[in-house]
């Protein structure tokens, strides 16, 4: 074989044509760097729906917008206002949330709705927690936030000095706001605003039944580990913990958070007589209406994301680079990706590579090193290292010299 034809072959190696592999240059992978991967981007959206139905859920939000905006003009009070205000944001969020895969984000919505609809009850009807007793309680908090003042040695001096002016000028302007409140209301309003459990209020209205789905939504937020049975799995008898996408959160969120502002949209229909606020309240009951086929969606979906076998382990891989250099990576199998190591506190005997190093080509691999897959040694990623492209050292996964002359699998 000529030189000529002898390179034509080494590239044709590299890019994995000679192996039947055309198209696929293996000689152009990422060098530079990793990006971490965006566990919700790569899970995808709630987009299997049928076309009807997911126009209505991506129309939503826009919809929600526009027709409060009448809706504000004939609220009886600024009370009102400010709960529908929450409200809004909140069901915006959790739909938004929802479709995005983040059940955690949507369920914090979700738990707030029902809070919101009892308080739009209360400062509606209530003759105790009143419009005046819910927009007194803002002074309570404004207190609390000009005292909050724990993390200011983060700022510069100049950012330090501004905010402690600042804050210093809302606790001159709401200390004694605040102490009128608590005259007024009794120390009781420093904890909360509403006299009344929660329950018993929604008793008031007819509204308990969703106290039960309001309870399960707060272990979320109390980081109960009763909230985590949808990150987590045993699978092949080991325990998976799964960074990404709550499904089972962004079920019951959906439920149990549109329920809840259905119920405002309800009231908004009732007191106010709008067609804007009818078609709110019919545009929220489709889209309760539709959570059987979300709920099957997001099933179908999680059983997609989770692994039908346990994730395999991170193993350590020795590259040796021309020179005798040798270096330690952490490579993870499922990611594929490297992440630079500390050498092991006993290093194994290599010696058994010597043949392969000394006859090893890097320019048939563009410029990578000699690796070898030592399952039986345990290194620990460096300080400060973040993962990279396994393609990078190692060959591309694919390749057919990716466990073959390429990659050496060593034994313990």
Same mark, same amino acid.
């Given at each position: ?43 995808? &959206? ?91 309680? &803002? ?168 692994? &039908? ?104």
């Amino acid at each position: 074989m000529s030189q000529n034809s002898k390179q034509r072959q080494k590239r044709k190696n590299a890019s994995g044509e000679s192996f039947g592999i055309p198209k696929q240059d293996w000689t152009t992978a990422d060098k530079t760097g990793r990006e971490m991967p965006d566990m919700f981007t790569a899970a995808g &959206k709630l987009d299997g729906l049928p076309e009807a139905m997911l126009n209505e859920v991506l129309d939503f939000p826009s919809a929600v917008s526009h027709l409060v905006v009448s809706i504000y003009s004939e609220l009886e009070n600024h009370a009102q206002k400010l709960i529908l205000t929450a409200a809004v944001n909140d069901i915006v969020s959790l739909v938004t949330r929802a479709y995005a895969l983040d059940g955690r984000s949507a369920a914090y919505s979700a738990r707030a709705l029902f809070e919101h609809l009892i308080n739009f009850h209360d400062v509606c009807d209530s003759t105790v927690n009143t419009p005046d007793r819910y927009t007194y309680h &803002k002074y309570i908090t404004q207190k609390r936030v000009a005292e909050h003042r724990g993390a200011l040695e983060l700022l510069s001096d100049r950012e330090q000095k501004r905010e402690r002016k600042r804050l210093d000028k809302l606790a001159e302007s709401t200390r004694n706001k605040a102490a009128v409140a608590l005259d007024k209301y009794g120390n009781e309003f420093s904890r909360q605003w509403a006299q009344g459990s929660l329950f018993n209020r929604a008793k008031l209205y007819d509204a308990e039944d969703g106290y039960d789905g309001y309870r399960i939504l707060s272990s979320v937020i109390h980081g109960s580990s009763g909230a985590m049975s949808g990150v987590t799995r045993i699978i092949d008898g080991r325990q998976i913990h799964r960074t990404g996408p709550d499904l089972e959160l962004a079920s019951l969120a959906w439920i149990e958070g549109l329920t809840a502002f259905y119920r405002i949209t309800e009231v908004l229909a009732e007191r106010t007589g709008l067609w804007e606020a009818e078609d709110l309240r019919e545009r929220t009951g489709h889209l309760v209406l539709f959570w059987s086929e979300i709920r099957a969606e997001l099933r179908r979906l999680d059983e997609r994301l989770w692994p &039908k076998r346990a994730p395999r382990e991170a193993v350590a891989v020795v590259a040796f680079h021309p020179g005798g250099r040798h270096r330690w990576y952490l490579y993870n199998p499922d990611e594929e990706s490297l992440t630079l190591a500390e050498p092991p506190a006993v290093e194994p005997d290599l010696s058994g590579l010597d043949e392969a190093i000394s006859t090893y080509s890097p320019e048939e691999f563009n410029g990578r090193p000699l690796t070898a897959i030592h399952a039986g040694v345990k290194v620990r990623p460096l300080r400060g290292q973040l993962p990279f492209p396994a393609s990078s050292i190692m060959v591309p996964e694919g390749h057919p010299s990716r466990n073959t002359g390429h990659i050496k699998r060593l034994r313990p």
